[in-house]
Nanobody, 123 residues
Framework: QVQLVESGGGLVQAGGSLRLSCAPS????????QAWYRQAPGKQREFVAG???????SYADSVKGRFTISRNNAKKTVYLQMNNLQPGDTAVYYC?????????????????WGQGTQVTVSS
């Protein structure tokens, strides 16, 4: 089974930027969609951004205009460029993938999770 390896998290001041990456370790097969979620302390995990196989993207209202999801098909890597980060963005960020022929619903992820990467934004 594929494992997803995230990187790029860290500590940044408010207004700063980070870029997260998520790449497969091992054979991943064909991907239907990829997404990023986050979980802040004491809160439920929430959808941040997603990208379909077609390239169509979707964003949570809280990150629209600040975050951009993209991917490198050759490397099967998905990225999350985060600009103008705010303390409210502090969370563990997880990537999530759906294999081909798997139904995709951003609100009910049912595929494979990465291990998570911590993003901390100081004020």
């Amino acid at each position: 089974q594929v494992q997803l390896v995230e990187s790029g998290g860290g500590l940044v001041q408010a207004g700063g930027s980070l870029r997260l990456s998520c790449a497969p370790s091992g054979s991943s097969g064909s991907i239907n969609a990829q997404a990023w979620y986050r979980q802040a302390p004491g809160k439920q995990r929430e959808f941040v951004a997603g990208i379909y196989r077609s390239g169509t993207t979707s964003y949570a209202d809280s990150v629209k205009g600040r975050f951009t999801i993209s991917r490198n098909n050759a490397k099967k890597t998905v990225y999350l460029q985060m600009n103008n980060l705010q303390p409210g963005d502090t969370a563990v960020y997880y990537c999530h993938w759906w294999r081909l022929f798997t139904a995709v619903t951003w609100s009910t992820p049912s595929g494979t999770w990465g291990q998570g990467t911590q993003v901390t934004v100081s004020s």
